[in-house]
Nanobody
Framework: QVQLVESGGGSVQPGGSLRLSCAAS????????MGWYRQAPGKQRELVAA???????DYVDSVKGRFTISRDNAKSTVYLQMNSLKPGDTAVYYC??????????????WGQGTQVTVSS
């Protein structure tokens, strides 16, 4: 069994910061790409940021310069540092990991989601 457990969500005022964490555990050979997605009410889930095993990153335009994705391969954990938060960032945030359970078996796993609310 593989699990992704997220933490770090909450409520913050505009301009504030939050740091999300997502730790993978279980039967893991290695982890390829990891990413953070978000889904606001009435909207489709969108990719916010992604990071390869080697550390290459990509961001949706709306968060560039404000969010930073990073990972600790030794801890099987991905982070999302969110600064200068805006009300438009309000959503449920999900982490996703492409996990190799064996050399030949690769599956995508999702976290349970964590709520981020930005409001004055």
């Amino acid at each position: 069994q593989v699990q992704l457990v997220e933490s770090g969500g909450g409520s913050v005022q505009p301009g504030g910061s939050l740091r999300l964490s997502c730790a993978a555990s279980g039967r893991i050979f290695s982890i390829n790409d990891m990413g953070w997605y978000r889904q606001a009410p009435g909207k489709q889930r969108e990719l916010v940021a992604a990071i390869t095993r080697g550390g290459s990153t990509d961001y949706v335009d709306s968060v560039k310069g404000r969010f930073t994705i990073s990972r600790d391969n030794a801890k099987s954990t991905v982070y999302l540092q969110m600064n200068s938060l805006k009300p438009g960032d309000t959503a449920v945030y999900y982490c996703k990991a492409e996990i190799k359970k064996t050399v030949w078996m690769v599956e995508d796993y999702w976290g349970q989601g964590t709520q981020v609310t930005v409001s004055s």
